[in-house]
């Protein structure tokens, strides 16, 4: 099944899903052998929403960009839910001097790369993480 994409109160402005479908799906299967099955659903939000979730699931009393639930339960299948406060990733994108199709790109990579096992709590892992999200941003674009 395809990566879903839903709105939550908000717009994405998020285009051409089907291709960034069928690259997470690759991007999954590069990084997880043997997968048959890739389910993500990435529900893109407001603050509020996200605070609300991570409050409630995690007991963080923070705004952040993205929230990840890994639900895998059946062998050789990914399963996931990545909230995204679009807010978030538009001031973001500000902040850091980005466009903001391309910050949100990389938190949607982001989210998939934790379920593919990467972490970004340790100095080391997060400079990991920023260069596969910085490799998947390019092989994305790279045709686009």
Same mark, same amino acid.
């Given at each position: 099944?395809?990566?879903? %994409?839903?709105?939550?109160? =908000?717009?994405?402005?998020?285009?051409?899903?089907?291709?960034?479908?069928?690259? &997470?799906?690759?991007?999954?299967?590069?990084?997880?052998?043997? &997968?048959?099955? =890739?389910? &993500? @659903?990435? *529900? %893109?939000?407001?603050?509020?929403?996200?605070?609300? *979730?991570?409050?409630?699931?995690?007991?963080?009393? @923070? &705004? @952040?960009? *993205? =929230? @990840?639930?890994?639900?895998?339960?059946?062998?050789?299948?990914?399963t996931g839910e990545i909230y995204i406060s679009i807010e978030r990733v538009a001031e973001n994108a500000e902040k850091f001097g980005v466009d903001y199709i391309n910050e949100l790109h990389r938190v949607i990579f982001h989210g998939a790369l934790h379920l593919c096992g990467f972490k970004d709590k340790k100095k080391a892992d997060k400079e990991l993480m920023r260069k596969k999200e910085d490799e998947s941003l390019a092989a994305y674009f790279k045709n686009k």
């Open positions: 099944m395809p990566a879903r %994409f839903y709105e939550q109160e =908000v717009k994405s402005k998020l285009k051409d899903k089907r291709a960034l479908s069928a690259y &997470l799906d690759s991007l999954a299967n590069k990084y997880i052998k043997g &997968l048959k099955k =890739v389910q &993500l @659903t990435y *529900i %893109f939000c407001s603050d509020n929403y996200l605070l609300g *979730i991570n409050k409630e699931f995690l007991n963080h009393d @923070t &705004l @952040t960009d *993205i =929230v @990840t639930f890994d639900m895998t339960g059946e062998p050789n299948t990914l």
